[in-house]
């Protein structure tokens, strides 16, 4: 692997958890604030190996900075789920769609998924605070709105910026 790619992943990692960790919980669950993060490193860099580094160090990152109850595990499975549903999706229409507009439609679908995945795995292994219908509405309905909009503002500038210094081809 490329340092640099990899020194890139890192710091999108961090800053979604910076992110996922300052959040606010709503109904005692966080908007997940470190997807977008994971999508546009996916979107920059899609290859196997840097979703499967992102997968597995965003759902470690957001396991450790959760505030749902007993939320670590449903964090582990719902990560590597969300973050390859994302690529297969993008490899599918990448050619067919502007990334500036396909990536904030693929970032909706995919929170839809990650916070079904979620809410269903820690309905399954343990037992949820509050109504499945409840949760997902005050909290995964707003990140899907902003994981949308952060999205759609992040990657022009992302791709921008490091498409100047040559560290990626444009997408």
């Known amino acids: 692997m490329n340092t640099r790619v ?4 890192a710091l999108l990692m961090g800053i979604g958890t910076v992110l996922h960790f300052v959040m606010p919980p709503i109904a005692g669950i966080k908007p997940d604030m470190a997807l977008p993060l994971m999508f546009l490193g996916i979107i920059l860099f899609p290859e196997k190996k840097n979703v499967l580094l992102l997968a597995i160090g965003t759902g470690i990152l957001t396991a450790l900075t959760t ?3 007993a939320g670590q595990i449903p964090n582990l499975i719902d990560k590597p789920i ?3 549903a994302f690529f297969g999706l993008f490899l599918l229409i990448r050619k067919k769609a502007p990334t500036t507009i396909s990536a904030p439609i693929l970032a909706a679908l995919c929170t839809i998924l990650s916070g079904v995945v979620f809410l269903g795995s820690a309905w399954l292994l343990f037992e949820l605070p509050d109504s499945f219908g409840a949760l ?3 909290a995964v309905v707003p990140a899907i709105i902003i994981n949308a909009i952060v999205l ?3 990657y022009p500038i992302a791709s921008s910026i490091l498409k100047r210094s040559n560290l990626v081809n444009a997408a």
Not at 6 to 9: G, S, T
Request: aromatic fraction near 32%; hydrophobic fraction near 75%.
């Open 6 to 9: 990899l020194v890139i992943l």
């Open 67 to 69: 505030g749902f109850p």
């Open 82 to 84: 969300t973050a390859f």
């Open 136 to 138: 997902f509405s005050f």
């Open 152 to 154: 759609f503002i992040l």
